[in-house]
């Protein structure tokens, strides 16, 4: 498995500076700032990437878990919440959401898979010292 990098540049302080962040691959490369981060600003922050690679990570877990198990999802859509407190300057909580279209498989059964995604994805696993909730439907 070949090693996963970023680069993130950053000039001037915290609030007056500005900063530059580009993916390693080159799907992205963009701006951000105090304001994109701290407030509504134009450009990107660590916490929306961060949710980005979470929802991607379950997603993709949560379907080869189903699948494994001869349950192939059509579609599964995953969204992550994630919340840095202001105070502590932690992300201490992350909200999955997941809506997933999985043909002939019963609410219960679809409930034990999300869970166990959201336990063992490997994005989950290293955000660990975050409050995860998970709020799945089974389309």
Same mark, same amino acid.
């Given at each position: 498995?070949?090693?996963?990098?970023?680069?993130?540049?950053?000039?001037?302080?915290?609030? +007056?500076?500005?900063?530059?962040?580009?993916?390693?691959?080159?799907?992205?490369?963009?701006? $951000?700032?105090?304001?994109?981060?701290?407030?509504?600003?134009?450009?990107?922050?660590?916490?929306?990437?961060?949710?980005?690679?979470?929802?991607?990570?379950?997603?993709?877990?949560?379907? +080869?878990?189903?699948?494994?198990?001869?349950?192939?999802?059509?579609?599964?859509?995953?969204?992550? +919440?994630?919340?840095?407190?202001?105070?502590?300057?932690?992300?201490?909580?992350?909200?999955?959401?997941?809506?997933?279209?999985?043909?002939?498989?019963?609410?219960?059964?679809?409930?034990? $898979?999300?869970?166990?995604?959201?336990? +063992?994805?490997?994005?989950?696993?290293?955000?660990?010292?975050?409050?995860?909730?998970?709020?799945?439907?089974?389309?």
């Amino acid at each position: 498995m070949p090693v996963r990098s970023s680069d993130a540049t950053w000039e001037g302080d915290l609030k +007056n500076g500005e900063g530059h962040l580009s993916l390693g691959s080159g799907a992205f490369e963009g701006p $951000y700032s105090f304001l994109s981060r701290f407030e509504d600003g134009d450009g990107t922050n660590p916490e929306e990437l961060i949710a980005a690679a979470h929802a991607g990570c379950y997603a993709m877990a949560l379907s +080869n878990d189903l699948a494994s198990d001869g349950h192939e999802p059509e579609r599964v859509d995953a969204t992550a +919440n994630v919340h840095l407190d202001m105070e502590s300057l932690t992300i201490d909580t992350i909200e999955l959401v997941v809506e997933a279209s999985v043909p002939g498989i019963d609410e219960e059964t679809f409930m034990e $898979y999300a869970e166990g995604a959201k336990e +063992n994805c490997p994005v989950s696993r290293v955000l660990a010292g975050a409050e995860i909730s998970l709020d799945a439907t089974l389309l």
